[in-house]
């Protein structure tokens, strides 16, 4: 499936936008990457620019993290996955590849974790401060090289969509396994 099978909203195309732009300073555009998550409009993204993209196929990481080793690949991304897991220690313990990107929902003191009640997986275990999550990566193995803050302005009236215009509400970081 092609980048342009998908129909993609200006929010999703801002947040494909700055994942790029974080991205490709460090990238040489002959990696394999590993997209943890299933196929997804940004995998499709990634090929136009000439990458190699192997996406997971829904395993339950919390179940079997181990699964991850399957893939082979120079590069992993994890794009808004750990906030569903109950324990993203194993996954990111389990991550085959020397470097990563990834980037997790901020904790917002103005909303509740993200609950979609009628689909069991389109939920937020987890959503972090920035200080957990580099946290949570130190404690697994890797060490960040650069991260990256963004807000997610919508454009609906309320006290609310004002405070996401200046909040934080994703966090994305670079990281390698320390050696």
Request: aromatic fraction near 14%; avoid cysteine.
């Amino acid at each position: 499936m092609s980048a342009d099978t998908y129909v993609i909203s200006k929010s999703k195309a801002r947040r494909y936008s700055k994942t790029w732009e974080f991205m490709k300073p460090t990238l040489t555009g002959n990696e394999t990457i590993l997209d943890v998550g299933t196929r997804n409009p940004f995998s499709g993204i990634l090929e136009s620019k000439g990458f190699t993209v192997i996406n997971t196929t829904g395993e339950d990481l919390d179940e079997n993290p181990q699964s991850l080793s399957a893939y082979p690949a120079q590069v992993t991304t994890a794009f808004e996955i750990f906030e569903h897991l109950l324990n993203p220690l194993g996954a990111l313990k389990a991550i085959p590849s020397d470097r990563l990107f990834a980037s997790v929902p901020l904790s917002l003191w103005f909303a509740k974790a993200y609950r979609n009640k009628q689909d069991r997986w389109d939920q937020h275990f987890h959503e972090f401060e920035d200080w957990q999550f580099d946290w949570l990566l130190e404690k697994a193995g890797w060490e960040i090289v650069r991260h990256e803050k963004w807000t997610s302005p919508i454009k609906i009236t309320g006290i609310r969509p004002i405070l996401r215009l200046f909040t934080p509400r994703y966090y994305m970081v670079e990281a390698r396994r320390k050696r």
